[in-house]
């Protein structure tokens, strides 16, 4: 990677977005950025990326009733739920708690609730996903989390609380952009663009190596792949897409000399999918 190179192009990409830079000396971009184009921005990008990824969000969800409870009522956490780009995918009477940083997502959120009745919304959560404290222990039997851990503040803290509020045996679902491979010009691009982007799009970075913060968090067993998503000319085609399943709980309450009875529970808790699938930290799912 030619840094020289990078900081050059970097500067040219500032330049061209030399007023924006002002706004942000001033003050005036950021509450602009929150208020009016990031939230205009996401609404017009969502119909556009779920064509897209519309494949990858089908095969992802395609087993999130497996997860239900004993009711067979499904429960379902989605944090950074903005206009509600995942809730035709979801399965049918899925009792949905949306969370988000803001407010400024609810026009475009009404309206796919509105198209989307085969759900049920129980509520509206203005909070960080760092801070799900006004949601119960173990109280999901999912979580969803999709292009979300590319801005938030700690993805440790995030995936902490996701382990918390998630039932035993439940799973965590996510679809992020990640780095590029570093020997390939898509990282090249994403190094040149990065600090122009996070400011355009609310503090969005593009070479996180998300994979590496959910392989080391506490999770029981993950299935990860890497995929690319078509989105061309742009800086953000590289993802990573799956599930994680949470056994912590189980962990925690067994005697450290029984390993034959945590394994025969964590498998227990598991789908049938994920068990026929096989196990590993990094394999399709």
């Known amino acids: 990677l030619d840094i020289s190179l990078v900081l050059f192009l970097r500067v040219c990409v500032q330049l061209l977005v030399l007023p924006v830079y002002l706004l942000s000396f001033l003050g005036i971009w950021e509450p602009f950025c929150k208020k009016i184009f990031f939230p205009f921005f996401i609404e017009k990008l969502t119909a556009s990326y779920n064509r897209r990824a519309s494949g990858h969000k ?18 379902l956490l989605e944090i950074g739920t903005g206009t509600g780009a995942n809730f035709q995918f979801y399965p049918p009477g899925c009792k949905i708690t949306c969370t988000d940083t803001t407010l400024n997502f609810q026009d475009g959120l009404s309206r796919s609730m509105a198209q989307n009745q085969h759900l049920q919304f129980q509520s509206f959560l203005v909070t960080p996903g760092e801070d799900l404290n006004q949601v ?16 938030v503040q700690s993805i440790e803290g995030v995936l902490k609380e996701v382990l918390r509020v998630l039932r035993t045996g439940g799973a965590f679902y996510f679809l992020e952009h990640v780095a590029a491979d570093p020997s390939s010009w898509s990282y090249f691009w994403q190094q040149v663009y990065y600090p122009t982007w996070k400011l355009l799009f609310d503090g969005c970075h593009l070479t996180r190596e998300t994979w590496k913060n959910l392989e080391q968090a506490k999770f029981s067993e993950i299935k990860l792949r890497h995929i690319q998503v078509p989105l061309y000319w742009t800086p953000v085609q590289s993802h990573i897409i799956g599930y994680a399943i949470n056994c912590q709980a189980v962990q925690l309450s067994l005697p450290t000399h029984c390993p034959v009875l945590l394994l025969v529970l964590c498998l227990g808790a598991a789908p049938r999918s994920l068990l026929l699938a096989g196990q590993g930290k990094e394999e399709g799912y």
Do not use: K, R
């Not at 119960?136 to 801005?151: F, G, I, N, P, R």
């Open 58 to 75: 089908q095969e992802l969800f395609c087993n999130l009733q497996e997860f239900a409870g004993p009711s067979g009522e499904l429960t």
């Open 136 to 151: 119960a222990d173990s109280s999901m039997d999912a979580v969803v989390c999709t292009l979300v851990l590319c801005s």
